[in-house]
């Protein structure tokens, strides 16, 4: 199975702070990867798919870039609703496999 | 809009079969263009996905439970449905169902979840 490793595993950040998420995969999935963010209580949410394109109804202050092994999130400008835990997931093989989670926490 | 939820038992006994249903709502089954997918959240921990299923039946597995797991379709009834055997306490989690849309430029994204369920594996 193909093993993201997502870095770090929890930040602190203020409002206003640029912040960015890696996910390193354990051999190349071309752009196959998905970001999603969720919040305690609550279902996982799509941001980003193929990597870079953002899913409809989201903010234009998340992006993702990458391919192969290397893919980023990054957040523009945190706001207060963005804290939350952030999931990478390939779905280049079978099994499909997620990052541990990146926690975005207030300083 | 389209909307999932979970149903089943919130309680199920070591080594018995755990079973749940989504139910699809806004939309249908049927019309295509989607698979429909299992995950699961051990609880403070990150996510797991099982597989999904087509409407025309054909389902795929992470291979790591498939000899376990059972993924079916009912598009009578606008369901699709989970089957896990021989459950132990690893298997506690909160169990989400999910749609996969298939992305313009390749891939699989998870784009409508149910709000998830619990089940806890105990005697």
């Known amino acids: 199975a193909i093993q993201m490793t997502q870095f770090p595993s929890s930040l602190s950040a203020s409002v206003g702070d640029r912040v960015t998420i890696t996910c390193r995969a354990s051999?190349?999935?071309?752009?196959?990867l998905g970001w999603y963010q969720q919040k305690p209580g609550k279902a996982p949410k799509l941001l980003i798919y193929t990597a870079s394109s953002l899913q409809s109804g989201v903010p234009s202050r998340f992006s993702g870039s990458g391919s192969g092994t290397d893919f980023t999130l990054t957040i523009s400008s945190l706001q207060p609703e963005d804290f939350a835990t952030y999931y990478c997931?390939?779905?280049?093989?079978?099994?499909?496999?997620f990052g541990q989670g990146t926690k975005v926490e207030i300083k | 809009q389209v909307q999932l939820q979970e149903s089943g038992p919130g309680l199920v006994k070591p080594s018995q079969t755990l079973s749940l249903t989504c139910t699809v709502s806004?939309?249908?089954?049927?019309?295509?263009?989607?698979?429909w997918g299992w995950l699961r959240q051990p609880p403070g921990k990150g996510l797991e996905w099982f597989g999904y299923?087509?409407?025309?039946?054909?389902?795929y597995y992470n291979p790591s439970l498939e000899s376990l797991l059972t993924i079916s379709v009912d598009t009578s009834k606008n369901q699709f449905s989970l089957k896990l055997s021989s459950v132990t306490a690893a298997d506690t989690a909160l169990y989400y169902c999910?749609?996969?849309?298939?992305?313009?430029?390749?891939?699989?994204?998870?784009?409508?979840w149910g709000q998830g369920t619990m089940v806890t594996v105990s005697s």
């Open positions: 997931l390939q779905d280049y093989n079978y099994p499909w496999t």
């Open positions: 051999q190349g999935i071309r752009s196959d």
């Open positions: 299923i087509y409407h025309t039946g054909t389902a």
């Open positions: 999910a749609r996969v849309r298939v992305n313009p430029r390749g891939g699989h994204a998870f784009d409508i």
């Open positions: 806004g939309g249908s089954i049927s019309s295509g263009g989607y698979y």
